[in-house]
């Protein structure tokens, strides 16, 4: 008699979890070593903590040969990513699949969080410093015009992000977002994250917000950055693209550049969402549409000439939270007496100074700062207090300003410094 011989099947078991918020975007490294391959089947799970949207990619980096897996990018959609070191690279991918009076321009954007970057655009295949369709050192968005003479509305358009440091060394850990877009595309924003972006002189570019709460406003703020753009907002489910004639809410008719919507109206007369704490089997959150519009500035008293808008929108229902900066970039936002508008922007330790500038267009302010560790969950950050702080401005009123040296910013972060 022979007994059947059983197969045993040895798993090594890898476990790792990000240590970082979803201020910008989690990451997992597994790193190959003799004693540690990488073989075998992995498991990802991702925790929500409200209602969510994400996109997730697993990517293995070959050292042999010249295997390259381009990240795939959706259209409208903001893609965060990371760049380690000046020789590291990243290749993007999309298809376009355009027919008729459906054919349009095709905008490229790359908006840095830390770094500088050069982006390459090829139809085809994957494009290099040297061969490709388009470029942009400058950070201005990339515009594949249906009337340029190889444009082609189908088929897979490829970019390519690499390091640019020209003008500084290039950090070890850089990080951008990335997205294509139409005229037609609705991008989804997330609260108190900005949205960057272009818009051509009486054209929109339409955003998505899932409202998740019935028991706070919510603020929709738009800051001009160049050229004089509208903001418009529908909470009318059957207007996903509103315009300056059709609309719940307009800036121009507001009268300023944030629009501040009761907590009962995106909920009032809307059976086709539901606040998600109920939590109703099958609800979902109530949406709000957000347009910005182009003008010719030429129109109005302003008569500088203008192609474009460049802004950033962001929107955000509880005061309280953490409203992310980036680098040189302004950010339009009002806040009410005695209250806190609280901000954070992560900044290289090894080389960086800082200077935070207010100013208020009505009302007197004060500013406070302080340095905590990035690598907390944003709900963990320790905000600055009028009695706990590095370092405030000197008075109150209409511009402030605080500066720290490059010596006061090692000196504050040095605790959180592995």
């Not at 321009?105 to 050069?118: A, E, N, P, Q, Y």
């Not at 108190?192 to 709460?213: I, R």
Request: hydrophobic fraction near 30%.
């Amino acid at each position: 008699m022979f007994q059947q011989a059983k197969s045993i099947q040895i798993v090594k078991i890898m476990i790792n979890k990000s240590t970082k918020s979803s201020r910008f975007a989690d990451e997992i490294i597994f790193s190959r070593s003799k004693n540690h391959p990488l073989n075998g089947v992995y498991y990802i799970a991702v925790q929500g903590f409200e209602y969510s949207s994400f996109s997730i990619r697993a990517t293995a980096k070959r050292e042999e040969g010249d295997t390259i897996v381009p990240i795939q990018l959706t259209e409208g959609q903001s893609h965060n990513e990371y760049i380690h070191g000046e020789k590291d690279k990243k290749v993007f991918q999309f298809r376009t699949m355009m027919y008729g009076s459906y054919v349009s321009d095709i905008r490229i954007s790359l908006t840095k969080g830390v770094g500088d970057f050069r982006v390459y655009v090829k139809d085809g295949k994957i494009p290099t410093p040297t061969d490709y369709d388009y470029k942009s050192f400058d950070g201005s968005d990339i515009i594949m015009r249906k009337t340029d003479k190889n444009f082609k509305p189908i088929g897979i358009k490829y970019i390519l992000v690499v390091p640019h440091s020209k003008y500084s060394t290039f950090p070890t850990k850089s990080r951008f977002s990335i997205k294509w877009s139409t005229a037609t595309s609705i991008e989804n924003i997330n609260s108190d994250y900005p949205a960057h972006g272009t818009v051509q002189v009486g054209h929109y570019s339409y955003f998505k917000y899932h409202s998740l709460k019935n028991d706070k406003k919510l603020t929709v703020s738009l800051t001009p950055i160049s050229g004089e753009s509208n903001l418009i907002v529908s909470i009318d489910p059957e207007n996903e693209m509103p315009t300056t004639q059709n609309n719940t809410y307009h800036s121009r008719k507001e009268g300023r550049d944030s629009i501040v919507i009761d907590n009962n109206a995106l909920f009032k007369n809307n059976p086709n969402c539901s606040p998600s704490h109920l939590g109703l089997i099958g609800g979902k959150p109530c949406e709000v549409y957000i347009g910005v519009y182009c003008v010719d500035s030429t129109d109005s008293i302003d008569q500088r000439k203008n192609d474009s808008c460049l802004f950033s929108v962001k929107v955000y229902q509880e005061s309280g939270r953490h409203h992310l900066l980036f680098d040189g970039t302004p950010q339009k936002d009002h806040v009410e007496k005695d209250q806190m508008m609280v901000y954070y922007m992560p900044i290289d330790t090894d080389k960086d100074y800082l200077y935070i500038a207010a100013n208020a267009e009505v009302g007197d302010i004060k500013i406070y700062a302080s340095f905590v560790d990035q690598s907390q969950k944003l709900e963990e950050l320790i905000s600055p207090t009028k009695k706990e702080n590095a370092k405030k401005s000197k008075g109150v009123s209409h511009s402030q300003l605080i500066h720290f040296t490059k010596k006061e910013v090692r000196n504050n972060c040095e605790e959180f410094d592995e």
